[in-house]
T-cell receptor, first 116, second 112 residues
Framework: AQSVSQHNHHVILSEAASLELGCNYSYGGTVNLFWYVQYPGQHLQLLLK??????LVKGIKGFEAEFIKSKFSFNLRKPSVQWSDTAEYFCAVNAMFSGGYNKLIFGAGTRLAVHP | DGGITQSPKYLFRKEGQNVTLSCEQN?????MYWYRQDPGQGLRLIYYSQIVNDFQKGDIAEGYSVSREKKESFPLTVTSAQKNPTAFYLC???????????FGPGTRLTVL
């Protein structure tokens, strides 16, 4: 069955530390990959996405992610976090099914807390 | 101002009552989705609809029902058959093709 695994459920960092959040997926077909972020009290919003082309994608607020097909991974990175990056981060894979249906499969999420 | 609206933001119901959560979008998106978010479990798909008058069960459809009579609207009914209905419910829509899903602000349902 298709699944998405996020390795860390809780991450605590100090400001200016580097961030890497792991994401691995299990799906044999062509994938579209996403990272969403949910800031406290706000909508879930898109951080970045990968559909094809350059496997290193850049998103908003200085985030980037690298798609490594051989490792089925799409890790999220930021060289220097800020207090305002405190949020919950979700990795997701878009899976295609017969009949042309597609759906997003989410990981369990990683709660990031950044201390000043 | 385009977007997805969900109402109400907070909803309280007694056990055994059905309740309907509203989701409206003015983005002209064909596809709409309902998710349930529980702590530590991410988002789990309840139902989705690719076009009007068509919808498919997601991973946790039991105890829920939907309708898609209009492109803009995709209401979710949480029935008394849903064993653990207290949760945060998120609605999303997508334009189609290579595009991401856009999410509404969510409805927090508490069943007493």
């Amino acid at each position: 069955a298709q699944s998405v695994s996020q390795h860390n459920h809780h991450v605590i960092l100090s400001e200016a530390a580097s961030l890497e959040l792991g994401c691995n997926y299990s799906y044999g077909g062509t994938v579209n990959l996403f990272w969403y972020v949910q800031y406290p009290g706000q909508h879930l919003q898109l951080l970045l996405k990968y559909f094809s082309g350059d496997p290193l994608v850049k998103g908003i607020k200085g985030f980037e992610a690298e798609f490594i097909k051989s490792k089925f991974s799409f890790n999220l990175r930021k060289p220097s976090v800020q207090w305002s990056d405190t949020a919950e981060y979700f990795c997701a894979v878009n899976a295609m099914f017969s009949g042309g249906y597609n759906k997003l499969i989410f990981g369990a999420g990683t709660r990031l807390a950044v201390h000043p | 101002d385009g977007g997805i609206t969900q109402s109400p933001k907070y909803l309280f119901r007694k056990e055994g009552q059905n309740v309907t959560l509203s989701c409206e979008q003015n983005l002209n998106h064909d596809a709409m989705y309902w998710y349930r978010q529980d702590p530590g479990q991410g988002l789990r798909l309840i139902y989705y609809s690719q076009i009007v008058n068509d919808f498919q069960k997601g991973d946790i459809a039991e105890g829920y029902s939907v309708s898609r009579e209009k492109k803009e609207s995709f209401p979710l009914t949480v029935t008394s058959a849903q064993k653990n209905p207290t949760a945060f419910y998120l609605c999303a829509s997508r334009a189609g093709g290579h595009s991401e899903q856009f999410f509404g602000p969510g409805t927090r349902l508490t069943v007493l």
